[in-house]
Nanobody
Framework: QVQLVESGGGSVQAGGSLRLSCAAS????????AGWFRQAPGKEREFLAS????????YYAEFAKGRFTISRDNAKNTVYLQMNSLKPEDTAVYYC??????????????WGQGTQVTVSS
């Protein structure tokens, strides 16, 4: 089992930045790939970015390229999502996931509880 806890969400004005953190406990985190997803009200959960076990490979949704950066620190069992130039349409609950790979949410076995990000214009 892996437990994930997201933090770092909040309210920010358009153009601002936030860094989300996802702390993992349980099974050795460094042996798992990880990803970030988000879900806005009334919309399906969508993929943002994923990172390999070592952090050497990353993959982004097209709309996330250039604004979002995924990284990890295996010594701290934590994966991060740096978000810049935020827009009101980025408002959503953001989730981290592990125990899988790719852009489909069904491909991940473990999920955090989510953290709310609200971007005002």
């Amino acid at each position: 089992q892996v437990q994930l806890v997201e933090s770092g969400g909040g309210s920010v004005q358009a153009g601002g930045s936030l860094r989300l953190s996802c702390a993992a406990s349980g099974r050795t985190f460094s042996s798992n790939n990880a990803g970030w997803f988000r879900q806005a009200p009334g919309k399906e959960r969508e993929f943002l970015a994923s990172i390999s076990r070592s952090g050497g490979s990353t993959y982004y949704a097209e709309f996330a390229k250039g604004r979002f950066t995924i990284s990890r620190d295996n010594a701290k069992n934590t994966v991060y999502l740096q978000m810049n130039s935020l827009k009101p349409e980025d408002t959503a609950v953001y989730y981290c996931a592990t125990g899988g790979w790719g852009s489909l949410s069904a491909g991940y076995a473990y999920w955090g509880q989510g953290t709310q990000v609200t971007v005002s214009s």
